[in-house]
């Protein structure tokens, strides 16, 4: 897809000398389901305690001063423990993150993710909620908020209609309705996206991420569907999600 995409291009401007120029390594272009698959690796090997030896090292990091070419874009929530790099065991340079309290869309983020799609081919968008979000539990309660930068925040939130009335099944609801709203909202405001998606250049997957287990679970591209796991109990048995993304 050939873009002019001058509003961006600041963002890929010549990476700065280094004294021993290191060759970027060779690419090869990975498919959407590709990608797919890397992630849900590397999520098991980390809720499983088996992470690999992750690519931080100096050697990594020089070459990718040449180039970038991550393999998905995350859109994901600021929380602390729901870092996309840990989750699903990946080094420098393999995912391109787009982090917000409550994984809202804006202006900002759909810039930053057309300019992963457009720009520097990310086959793979990923929304990925998670348990317990903060933000999500803020937009569920009616109360003031402190400043009209919170509240444009809280805002965004989707929480969605008709949620249980016991409080945690209430929250988990809403964080799985905010999930599958701000994937739709990708194609509904961006032409960049919504034409790599019909295209197949990418593929656009609603995800939650429990934080007691460390797993992901992932929904459904076609509708953005998303099976109903999110906030079990820490004390339940940890059951592997039927995987719908296939
Ligand atoms: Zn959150």
């Not at 340079?93 to 720009?119: L, M």
Request: glycine share 6%; hydrophobic share 50%; charged share 20%.
């Amino acid at each position: 897809m050939a873009l002019a995409m001058g509003s961006v291009a600041f963002l890929s401007m010549a990476p700065m000398a280094v004294a021993e120029p290191v060759a970027a390594p060779a690419v090869a272009p990975m498919s959407p389901q590709a990608a797919l698959d890397d992630l849900k690796a590397g999520n098991r090997r980390f809720a499983n305690d088996e992470l690999r030896e992750a690519k931080l090292g100096s050697k990594r990091r020089i070459q990718l001063s040449q180039a970038q070419h991550p393999m998905s874009v995350v859109l994901t929530c600021s929380d602390s423990r729901a870092a996309p790099e840990i989750i699903f065991d990946q080094g420098l340079g393999e995912i391109f993150v787009v982090r917000v309290a409550g994984n809202v869309g804006g202006p900002e983020v759909y810039a930053s993710i057309e300019y992963a799609v457009a720009e520097l081919k990310a086959p793979l968008v990923v929304v990925l909620g998670h348990s317990h979000c903060g933000a999500v539990a803020t937009a569920l309660k009616a109360k003031e908020l402190p400043s009209y930068n919170l509240k444009l925040l809280i805002g965004l939130i989707n929480v969605g209609e008709n949620l249980p009335n016991n409080p945690e099944m209430a929250l988990a609801a809403a964080i799985r309705n905010n999930v599958r709203e701000q994937t739709l909202y990708l194609t509904q405001q961006s032409e960049i996206i919504r034409r790599a998606a019909r295209s197949g250049q990418i593929m656009i997957v609603p995800a939650l991420y429990d934080l007691e287990s460390g797993h992901v679970t992932w929904g459904n591209p076609a509708d953005r569907s998303l099976p109903e796991i999110v906030d079990a109990p820490a004390d339940a048995a940890v059951a592997m999600p039927a995987d719908v993304a296939k």
